[in-house]
C-alpha cells in the first residue's frame, strides 16, 4: 500500500473554484437530461415510459435552476451554510438524480449502508456535488468495462466521530502513474474532461475538516473515500477510517491507497 500526500502548486483561489463549480455541475443533470430524453425517443411508443423519463427531465432542470441559486448565494456569503443531515439520504437523493443513466449504460447499483449511521453537520449541496462528481467519474469509468457494478457504503461508529462514504466502481482502475495527480485542478485523461471535478471534490471535503482518499488498481475498479468529522471540529483526521473492514476489502479489491 502507498500513501501519498498532495502540494497543490496550482490550486484554484475560492472565486475562481465557485465559478469553475458553476460551469462544472451543471454537466451532471445535464448528462442525466441527455439520458433520459434518449430513453424518451426509445420508448416513444410507451407512455408510461415517457411519462417517467419526462419526469425525470423536469427534476433535472430543476436541479440545474437551483443550483444557479445556490452557487449565487454561495457567491455572496462566500462561505458554506451548515445543516445537520443523515448522509445516507443525501447520498440516495444523487444516487437518485441518476438511475435513467444506469439503465441506459446496465449498471447494478448496490448499497452497504449502516444501520444508523450518525448525522453530520455539513453543507448538503456542497456534500451534494462531492457524490454527483464521483458517481459520475465512476459511470464515465464503468463505459470502458463489460461489467458495470456500482457500489456505495456510509459506515459510521458515533463512538468514533467520524462518517465515512465509499463510492467504488468496477470500472477499469487508475494506473499507478496518474494516482497521485487525479486530484490537480485540470488534470483530465478524458477528451471531452475538465480536470475539475476531483479538484472540487477535495475542496468541499476539506471545507469539512474531512478527507478523502482514492484506492485504485488497474484492471480492478476504483473506490473514493469521504470521510467527514460528526461534529465538523476543525480537527486533522489521521486515521480517519473507523470501518477498517471496509478499507481492508477495498484495498485487497482495488490496490493501491492514495490520502488526500
Ligand atoms: N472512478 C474513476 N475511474 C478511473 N479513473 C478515474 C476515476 N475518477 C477519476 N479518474 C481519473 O481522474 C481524472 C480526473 O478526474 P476529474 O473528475 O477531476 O476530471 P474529469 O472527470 O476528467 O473531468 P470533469 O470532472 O471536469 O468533467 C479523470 O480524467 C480520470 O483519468
Ligand atoms: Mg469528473
Known amino acids: 500500500m502507498r500513501t501519498a500526500q498532495l502540494n497543490h502548486p496550482n490550486s484554484l483561489d475560492p472565486i475562481s473554484e465557485i465559478v469553475a463549480m458553476l460551469a462544472h455541475q451543471i454537466n451532471s443533470p ?16 410507451d407512455e408510461i415510459a415517457v411519462r417517467k ?7 433535472c432542470a430543476d436541479m440545474i435552476r437551483d443550483l ?3 452557487i449565487l448565494e454561495i457567491e455572496k456569503s462566500c462561505q458554506f451554510r451548515t445543516e445537520t443531515i443523515a448522509p445516507a439520504a443525501l447520498l440516495d437523493k444523487c444516487l437518485d438524480a441518476f438511475k435513467d443513466l444506469y439503465e ?5 447499483v448496490e448499497k452497504e449502508y449502516d444501520c444508523c449511521p450518525p448525522l453530520i453537520r455539513c453543507n448538503p449541496f456542497g456534500l451534494e456535488q462531492v457524490f454527483n462528481n464521483l458517481i459520475l467519474n465512476a459511470l464515465d469509468a464503468m463505459s470502458e468495462v463489460a461489467y458495470r457494478r456500482l457500489l456505495v457504503a456510509v459506515k459510521g461508529d458515533p463512538g468514533i466521530g467520524v462518517v465515512s462514504i465509499w463510492i467504488r466502481d468496477s ?3 487508475i494506473p499507478d502513474n496518474i494516482l497521485s495527480r487525479i486530484f490537480l485542478p485540470n488534470f483530465t485523461t478524458k477528451k471531452s474532461g475538465n480536470g475539475l471535478g476531483l479538484s472540487i471534490c477535495k475542496y468541499i471535503v476539506e471545507k469539512h475538516h474531512g478527507k478523502i482518499e482514492v ?4 484492471s480492478r475498479g476504483t473506490s473514493f ?3 467527514i468529522p460528526v461534529n465538523n471540529s476543525p480537527k486533522i483526521i489521521d486515521n480517519p477510517i473507523n470501518d477498517q473492514g471496509q478499507r481492508a476489502a477495498m484495498e485487497q479489491e482495488t490496490g493501491l491507497c492514495h490520502s488526500y
Open 104 to 108: 441506459v449504460n446496465h449498471i447494478t
Open 30 to 45: 445535464l448528462s442525466c437530461i441527455l439520458a433520459s430524453a434518449e430513453l424518451s425517443i426509445r420508448h416513444v411508443n
Open 53 to 59: 423519463h419526462c419526469d425525470n427531465i423536469i427534476k
Open 225 to 227: 473515500g469521504i470521510h
Open 68 to 70: 444557479n441559486k445556490k
Open 215 to 218: 484506492v485504485s488498481r488497474e
Open 171 to 173: 470500472g477499469p482502475g
